[in-house]
């Protein structure tokens, strides 16, 4: 899967170091450790089910992820996380492994994102990362730039 989204990131114009991470990245502080930053420099691929609809939410690892907010930010009535097997037939990648790109899902990018030079995003399964500049991905995926963050 990782070259997948390599290859997505390539079309793209995005040039992305994938690396392969010795240490567990299972939680946003975990992958932090695995990195050297922040838990709000991570950026965690999350897809909800909106309205009957997967949208993926790339949000800070800082916080939650606010049903009320996302559900204001892309107008819908409700949202729910998507199960593990929703995640898969929507986007080819398995839980902790989304990747920003490779998929034809809408994308929705987390503001608190936007407060770091460089965040950490999945690079197509659960040990790959990616360093970035959130402006420049947010960019080039198309993403819809929106505050999601709860407690």
């Known amino acids: 899967m990782r070259e997948k989204f390599i290859s997505a990131a390539r ?12 240490g567990s990245t299972a939680t946003v502080a975990d992958a ?5 930053v922040e ?10 089910v909106a309205d009957g609809e997967p949208v993926l939410c790339i949000a800070s690892g800082a916080h939650r992820v606010d ?4 559900c204001d930010a892309i107008d819908c009535a409700a949202a729910r996380q998507a199960a ?8 080819g990648f398995s839980v902790g492994g989304v990747a920003p790109c490779g998929h ?11 407060d770091h030079d460089r965040i950490w995003v999945s690079g197509g399964d659960a040990n790959c990362m ?3 500049d959130p402006r420049e991905l947010a960019e080039r995926i ?9 407690d």
């Not at 932090?32 to 050297?36: D, E, N």
Request: charged content about 25%.
């Open 84 to 91: 593990p097997d929703e995640v898969r037939a929507a986007t």
């Open 32 to 36: 932090a450790r695995a990195v050297g």
């Open 39 to 48: 838990p709000g420099q991570i950026a965690k691929s999350l897809v909800f």
């Open 104 to 114: 034809e899902l809408p994308v929705v990018l987390d503001s608190a994102l936007l």
């Open 130 to 132: 990616f360093e970035i």
């Open 67 to 70: 049903l009320g907010q996302l």
């Open 11 to 22: 079309e793209l114009g995005l040039e992305v170091d994938v690396r392969q991470l010795e």
């Open 142 to 150: 198309q993403a819809r730039i929106v505050a999601v963050g709860g």
